[in-house]
């Protein structure tokens, strides 16, 4: 442990300078871009972990820019460890530049810091650490994609294309001791044709930009607003951005105006029913056929992540986190007949729920070395609303880098983690791997 130890020390100041590297590409996604599957971004943040496996003489796989693999060690059984390099918009409210790593107080900071280049940067040195120190009697194969957060198509197309399966392992993209389930999740459009009289009240409204971010802005007109000579009203809304998974953690700039535009009553404002109908669906007492809770997998939650009204079209795009007691088509249908005639519901995407018994041998030995390594934590394992890479595979968990009792940032302003953490974090796994390789 000591030689680990040191290890990272000597090669912290190369960690943090490729990390700060990786941080600096913008990697939103941006479908078919030059040729790409999710953007040119996206692609030059693969060349640059293929440019580091090449340095570190690590095998390695370009999977046609959807995503790489990289692999050492030797066996018939693989170990799989999925990362992703896509993140979600920097939103507002930053105190630093997002896209620009940069350390101050002890902590890092910088969009993706911890969801989840930070983690990549980790997998790739650990790679290299182990290739170096050990004699691992299994393979580990890390998996960089580049599409988690809008749809995960990368993994689809790691399946699709037959690559080899791991017969078991961890995405370091969640939370300690170990996440054993995921809720199903539902990426639902909604939309319908508009007819406006602009030489009556209407309204168009903007908001949001993911459907997996709680939206921290959004902005409202109302025209022909004759009220103290105003012909129209401008209204605006600055919330707090969050994961969907929680959106209790945030606050929704999109629904909280919402809230306020509906105040004024007693006017004919002629597109605001669609208001009304969104602000109906959020209120969890009114549609409780929704809403389901099971004891294992908790509650449903909704974010409405994107709303856009003009003349023409009513869009949203919303996050639906489900438990097993309801279905995806269930959930359809529920929203076709909420809203009605002339609406579309459309699945854009979609995530079944995974589970993995908690006496499983992935569970024990990820629990076995935070025992070795003296690391005591209170929580059992859990399950999440999140999503991760995980779901694609049997006998895959979450596993880190971020405890439940400390705020990240993650898919919010000022992501961060702490200069101790991360160097925790490359010492956790370099022995959880060992653990797995045994």
Not at 249 to 265: S, V, Y
Not at 379 to 400: H, L, R
């Amino acid at each position: 442990m000591e030689n680990i130890c040191k290890i990272i020390e000597n090669e912290f100041k190369n960690i943090i300078k490729d990390l700060s590297t990786l941080i600096s590409i913008k990697t939103i996604e941006n479908i078919r871009e030059n040729g790409t599957p999710f953007g040119s971004e996206n692609k030059k943040a693969l060349e640059f972990i293929i440019e580091k496996a090449k340095e570190f003489g690590i095998k390695y796989k370009n999977l046609d820019d959807y995503l790489c693999w990289l692999e050492i060690g030797k066996g018939n059984e693989m170990i799989g460890i999925p990362v992703h390099l896509d993140v979600v918009p920097e939103g507002e409210g930053w105190e630093t530049e997002p896209f620009k790593l940069e350390e101050k107080d002890g902590y890092f900071y910088g969009r993706g810091v911890v969801d989840n280049k930070g983690p990549a940067i980790m997998m790739l040195y650990i790679l290299k650490f182990l290739k170096e120190n050990e004699k691992l009697h299994k393979r580990v194969r890390v998996i960089f994609g580049t599409n988690e957060e809008t749809g995960m198509k990368c993994i689809k197309y790691y399946l699709d294309k037959k690559e080899e399966v791991p017969i078991m392992g961890f995405t370091p993209d969640a939370l300690y001791p170990v996440v054993i389930g995921e809720k199903g999740r539902l990426h639902i459009k909604i939309f319908k044709n508009l007819k406006i009289e602009k030489e009556k009240e209407y309204l168009k409204f903007i908001g949001g930009k993911k459907s997996n971010v709680v939206p921290d802005y959004a902005e409202c007109s109302v025209y022909n607003y004759e009220n103290n000579n105003k012909k129209q009203l401008n209204l605006n809304y600055k919330g707090a951005a969050c994961h969907a998974s929680t959106p209790e953690k945030g606050i929704n700039a999109i629904t909280e105006l919402i809230k306020i535009i509906l105040l004024n009553k007693g006017r004919v404002i002629q597109n605001i029913e669609i208001l009304e109908k969104i602000n109906k669906l959020v209120t969890e007492e009114e549609n409780e056929g929704l809403y389901k809770i099971s004891e294992k997998f908790g509650k449903l939650t909704l974010n409405i992540g994107i709303l856009s009204i003009d003349e023409k079209k009513f869009t949203s795009e919303i996050d639906i986190r489900y438990p097993e007691v309801i279905s995806e088509q269930e959930i359809k249908e529920y929203l076709q007949n909420f809203f009605g005639n002339g609406y579309e519901i459309k699945i854009l995407n979609s995530k079944p729920l995974h589970y993995v018994e908690e006496n499983s041998i992935i569970v024990n030995k990820l629990l076995n070395t935070l025992t070795q390594l003296k690391i005591i934590l209170e929580e059992k394992p859990m399950i999440i609303g999140g999503g991760t890479y995980a779901s694609y595979f049997d006998n895959m968990v979450g596993f880190g880098p971020k405890y439940q009792n400390i705020r990240t940032g993650g898919h919010g302003k000022n992501e961060n983690i702490s200069k101790e953490e991360f160097k925790k974090n490359l010492f956790i796994y370099y022995n959880a791997i060992l653990e797995l390789c045994k």
